[in-house]
């Protein structure tokens, strides 16, 4: 598959600059280091949302390991995503009114590494609090990046190229989610087997156990547990297994952000638009004009134009 995906890669980029009448992606938009912003936001929101997805697809199933319930697990995601929320516009309206445009997005994925290096730390010991507190603040990393990305990229940019930069940029997150599962998901399923294969106990049980491949197969790792009771030792083995390969896949997500993080650095300065700043101040202009009894008068009787009449 990853064969594949540099054939057609290639391909895609030939039709695209020898052949496509409109390109989806331009490669204009790829080359020029004044508009460097474009691809560095589709990169970086892509690896935003590999965050995202592996996040919220892989934590229910780890905390159903350690212990927890369905319901609480699937709950648990909650706190992650309402933070997402609120840190998203908090910071879409304290850049739209103080500016700071790239500053507040290097220091919102800042705090990433530091969420992902926390809930690395959770066990089958781990209060609630803690994990919803742990989630608190990996949210308000992910949230306070994730629309301020797609301005980084539009700012700056001719009018008529904004609406393929939106579209470019709108496509990351569903990448950036495909490549996150996959790649989480890789890391977290080879950790586990190996942790497991090399188990003394689990082991001894492998060679006599017709099952032994759904033991460890990290897909049915919660059947699995589900299955051997709670004094088993095996049980507990799986348990241990399986928060190591959290750990691990953890890891991974903090990489990733650090990656993030230089890309960040790469960044150009942005700066909002002024001109609607200087159509509110010409309408005041006009008010103030209309209200002190001068009116403009443009004529054209003798080549003259903005000629003031005083009343």
């Known amino acids: 598959m990853l064969c594949a995906l540099g054939v057609s890669g290639i391909a895609f980029c030939v039709v695209e600059g020898r052949y496509a009448k409109m390109p989806i992606a331009p490669g204009r938009l790829f080359v ?20 995202n997805f592996a996040m919220i697809f892989y934590i229910p199933i780890f905390l159903q390991v ?3 319930s369905t319901v609480t697990s699937s709950a648990l995601i909650i706190p992650f995503l309402a933070m997402a929320a609120i840190s998203s ?8 009114k103080y500016g700071y445009v790239r500053t507040m997005c290097t220091c919102g994925i800042a705090i990433i590494p530091i969420g992902m290096g926390l809930m690395s730390t959770l ?7 803690r994990i919803v507190g742990y989630s608190l603040i990996s949210g308000l990393g992910f949230g306070s990046a994730t629309q301020i990305t797609m301005v980084i990229a539009q700012v700056g940019l001719p009018a008529d190229e904004l609406s393929t930069v939106t579209a470019l940029v709108g496509a990351a997150p569903t990448l950036g989610g495909t490549l996150g599962v996959a790649v989480v998901g890789t890391v977290i399923n080879n950790a586990y087997q190996q942790t497991v294969k090399q188990s003394t106990i689990a082991s001894s049980l492998f060679q006599n156990n017709v099952n032994s491949t759904i033991l460890s197969n990290p897909s049915d790792v919660i059947a699995s547990i589900s299955s051997l009771a709670p004094q088993n030792p ?19 997500l903090v990489g990733v952000a650090m990656l993030q993080l230089v890309l960040c650095a790469m960044m150009r300065r942005v700066d909002f638009d002024s001109s609607s700043r200087e ?3 010409e309408s005041v202009t006009n008010e103030d004009i209309k209200e002190s009894g001068i009116s403009k008068h443009i004529t054209q009787d003798t080549g003259t134009i903005g000629h003031i009449v005083v009343h």
Request: charged fraction near 20%.
């Open 123 to 129: 066990n089958e010991k781990s209060s609630i609090g």
């Open 234 to 252: 095996v049980r507990k083995v799986l348990i241990s297994a399986y928060v190591s390969a959290w750990k691990k896949g953890c890891y991974t």
């Open 89 to 96: 516009s908090a910071v879409n309206a304290t850049t739209s």
């Open 279 to 281: 159509e509110v101040e």
């Open 66 to 68: 350690i212990g927890l």
């Open 32 to 51: 020029r280091w004044g508009w460097r912003n474009v691809p560095i936001m589709m990169v970086t929101r892509t690896l935003l949302f590999f965050h």
